[in-house]
């Protein structure tokens, strides 16, 4: 077993319009960064397409034919004033919702250690019926649902460290007393949401708002007395992770100031922890970053720590 890395060509084909953030090049940046030697261990796969019913657990058929039926033949149309959706982008979302639960599923099926899906387009903004921050379908509340409903896990834990507040993540969650959500974000920024009294049904939800300027001497010590000691505190049996790397200092779209190393340092925590409590049982999603040389620097420094804990696990075993 090793880490598994689930990718598909689909994500190339959701071609949003010329000067939009949320491009086709961050993922050939991100396999371009995938391609080097220290990653040729990675187990790559292709992500298959989410079924329909895995899209229902969170979203209701009328959106999803919404979704399925908007795009036209040639150029795009707008879901929202920054969503938008062509030809190839339903089968993309149901690629990056099917990826995540193929991630989950091979890591309870203990035929990868952890797993990384680079697809796109992201899901962490798309509540239950409306599409909004380039997000279409939410994946990993998606995948979540799936580990509980269709796997039979009793709890589940997501962890969102992207710059924006996943407050799609939190609508599909909201009601959803299995599934901790705990997210460190930027506030105030897009989309306004994650304040700390935002608290969940069943008080499962954990907002960690940061302010502008926020950097790695500041963000370490909140992951470690609030996200990591809440994390311990859930026992979850699977830990899904929204991994947005747009809380870069380099990244255009917001103003916290983490460095590539910070990023490496989360995935140790959350490798850590997961180890402790849920038997490494760990699969992080592509979310946000948008500054390229960023994105792909960060998610390799990511996923070197993910695959380096997996293998010291098997070796463990």
């Given at each position: 077993?090793?880490?598994?890395?689930?990718?598909?060509?689909?994500?190339?084909?959701h071609?949003?319009?010329?000067?939009?953030?949320?491009?086709?090049?961050?993922?050939?940046?991100?396999?371009?960064?995938?391609?080097?030697p220290?990653?040729d261990?990675?187990?790559?796969?292709?992500?298959?397409?989410?079924?329909?019913?895995?899209l229902?657990?969170?979203?209701?058929p009328?959106y999803?034919?919404?979704?399925?039926?908007?795009?036209?033949?040639?150029?795009?149309?707008?879901?929202?004033?920054d969503?938008?959706?062509m030809?190839?982008?339903?089968?993309?979302?149901?690629?990056?919702?099917?990826?995540?639960?193929?991630?989950?599923?091979?890591?309870?099926?203990?035929?990868?250690?952890?797993?990384?899906?680079?697809?796109?387009?992201?899901?962490?903004?798309?509540?239950r019926?409306t599409?909004?921050?380039?997000?279409?379908?939410?994946a990993?509340?998606i995948?979540?649902?799936?580990?509980?409903?269709?796997?039979?896990?009793?709890?589940?834990?997501?962890?969102?460290?992207?710059?924006?507040?996943?407050?799609?993540?939190?609508?599909?969650?909201?009601?959803?007393?299995?599934?901790?959500?705990?997210?460190?974000?930027?506030?105030?920024?897009?989309?306004?949401?994650?304040?700390?009294?935002?608290?969940?049904?069943?008080?499962?939800?954990?907002?960690?708002?940061?302010?502008?300027?926020t950097?790695?001497?500041a963000?370490?010590?909140?992951?470690?007395?609030?996200?990591?000691p809440?994390?311990?505190?859930?026992?979850?049996?699977l830990?899904?992770?929204?991994?947005?790397?747009?809380?870069?200092?380099?990244?255009?779209?917001?103003?916290?100031?983490?460095?590539?190393?910070?990023?490496?340092?989360?995935?140790?925590r959350?490798?850590?922890?997961?180890?402790?409590?849920?038997?490494?049982?760990?699969?992080?999603?592509?979310?946000?970053g948008?500054?390229?040389?960023?994105?792909?620097?960060?998610?390799?420094?990511?996923?070197?720590?993910?695959m380096?804990?997996?293998?010291?696990?098997?070796?463990?075993?």
């Amino acid at each position: 077993m090793t880490t598994a890395l689930f990718t598909h060509p689909a994500s190339l084909e959701h071609v949003t319009p010329e000067g939009h953030p949320e491009r086709v090049d961050r993922i050939l940046a991100i396999e371009r960064a995938l391609s080097a030697p220290e990653f040729d261990a990675l187990d790559r796969r292709s992500a298959p397409p989410a079924a329909r019913a895995a899209l229902l657990r969170c979203h209701p058929p009328e959106y999803v034919d919404r979704v399925a039926s908007a795009a036209p033949e040639e150029g795009w149309v707008a879901l929202d004033g920054d969503t938008h959706v062509m030809s190839g982008s339903y089968e993309a979302g149901l690629r990056a919702a099917g990826g995540a639960i193929a991630a989950v599923d091979a890591v309870l099926d203990k035929d990868a250690t952890n797993a990384f899906c680079a697809l796109r387009p992201p899901g962490h903004h798309a509540e239950r019926a409306t599409a909004m921050g380039f997000c279409l379908f939410g994946a990993v509340a998606i995948a979540a649902k799936h580990a509980l409903e269709a796997r039979g896990l009793s709890r589940v834990a997501v962890v969102d460290f992207d710059v924006h507040h996943g407050n799609g993540t939190q609508d599909l969650l909201w009601e959803e007393a299995r599934a901790t959500f705990i997210s460190t974000h930027q506030s105030p920024l897009y989309p306004g949401t994650g304040m700390r009294k935002e608290r969940g049904a069943h008080g499962q939800i954990l907002n960690l708002p940061l302010p502008p300027g926020t950097d790695g001497t500041a963000y370490r010590p909140v992951f470690e007395t609030r996200v990591l000691p809440a994390l311990r505190q859930a026992r979850p049996e699977l830990i899904l992770v929204s991994a947005g790397f747009d809380a870069h200092a380099a990244d255009p779209l917001a103003q916290m100031a983490l460095g590539t190393e910070d990023f490496a340092w989360i995935a140790e925590r959350l490798c850590d922890v997961a180890g402790d409590i849920c038997a490494g049982r760990l699969v992080s999603v592509l979310e946000g970053g948008y500054d390229l040389t960023a994105l792909a620097e960060s998610v390799a420094a990511y996923v070197a720590v993910m695959m380096a804990r997996g293998q010291e696990r098997q070796g463990n075993d």
